[in-house]
């Protein structure tokens, strides 16, 4: 893999030999999918620049299946940025949907088409890799048409989210006017939250914050949010009040403030 991002890989290439070449950076802005490697850089064997290689990035999913009756190639390549996805048509992968039909076949019968599957699935084992690293660069191919590459991040995207005259994606060149309406619905966000900060704090001086409350019922333990009764069993709840004339706190149905002697309404 190289430092920016992409993959190589050698078609036909069945080793995990270790040995390293050295490589130099050859690229081609105009094209997303052509080599770029880094100067002075080594890929290991099976990645470096040769004929019959392909250079793929992170940004697919293989969707092919080797066997079945449902045998066949399909890719989808999705945009690094906004996620959008693109998927190419399906190429059927014959040798594997015949020795799928044949395997059905042995199922019910039996016998030589049972053999015949053994035989045609082994063959169709042996093609498939090669026909399927056909399919993939036919893919990739196909993908140069929906997909370009950021020259700052080297990620792939959608036309919608690549800017074509500087080269970039939005994400390391953002459109101005994008910029701006944000900018503004984020100033207009910032400006209501301190006017309803305001607002608060006016509506909290409207509140009795010295009266002591009973929050949980000691009845039946349910939570009162402050109430005089409890919400569920209607229990009284032993809230103090204030004297009328000291405002010294007094238990409820009490006649005379203990501290002034004041007669309680």
């Keep these: 893999m190289c430092s920016c991002g992409a993959s190589y890989l050698l078609v036909g290439l069945r080793s995990s030999a270790s040995a390293t070449l050295p490589v130099t950076r050859l690229r081609d802005s105009q094209s997303p999918f052509e080599y770029c490697l880094c100067y002075n850089g080594t890929l290991q064997l099976g990645r470096s620049v040769m004929a019959g290689e392909i250079r793929f990035a992170d940004n697919y999913h293989d969707l092919s299946n080797s066997s079945g009756v449902d045998a066949g190639f399909q890719f989808e390549f999705s945009c690094e940025r906004c996620n959008d996805r693109w998927r ?22 039996g016998g030589l088409l049972g053999s015949a ?32 590459r950021c020259g ?85 709840m032993a809230q103090l009040v204030a004297c009328t004339a000291c405002s010294t706190m007094l238990q409820p149905g009490t006649k005379f403030c203990g501290e002034c002697g004041h007669r309680q309404a």
């Design 152 to 236: 700052n991040c080297y990620q792939y995207v959608c036309e919608p989210c690549f800017d074509t005259a500087n080269g970039l994606c939005f994400n390391c060149a953002p459109n101005v006017q994008v910029k701006i309406t944000q900018a503004r619905a984020q100033g207009e966000v910032r400006a209501a939250a301190e006017r309803a900060d305001v607002e608060g704090q006016s509506r909290g001086t409207r509140h009795d914050v010295k009266q002591d409350m009973q929050l949980v019922c000691p009845q039946c333990r349910a939570e009162t949010h402050g109430a005089k009764f409890c919400p569920e069993c209607g229990h009284k």
């Design 88 to 109: 190419t048509h399906f190429k059927p992968y014959r040798s594997g949907q015949a020795t799928g039909w044949l395997q059905k076949g042995a199922n019910l019968f």
């Design 117 to 148: 599957s053994t035989v045609l699935g082994g063959m169709a084992e042996a093609g498939w890799h090669s026909a399927r690293d056909e399919a993939f660069k036919e893919a990739i191919a196909d993908a140069k048409e929906h997909f370009n």
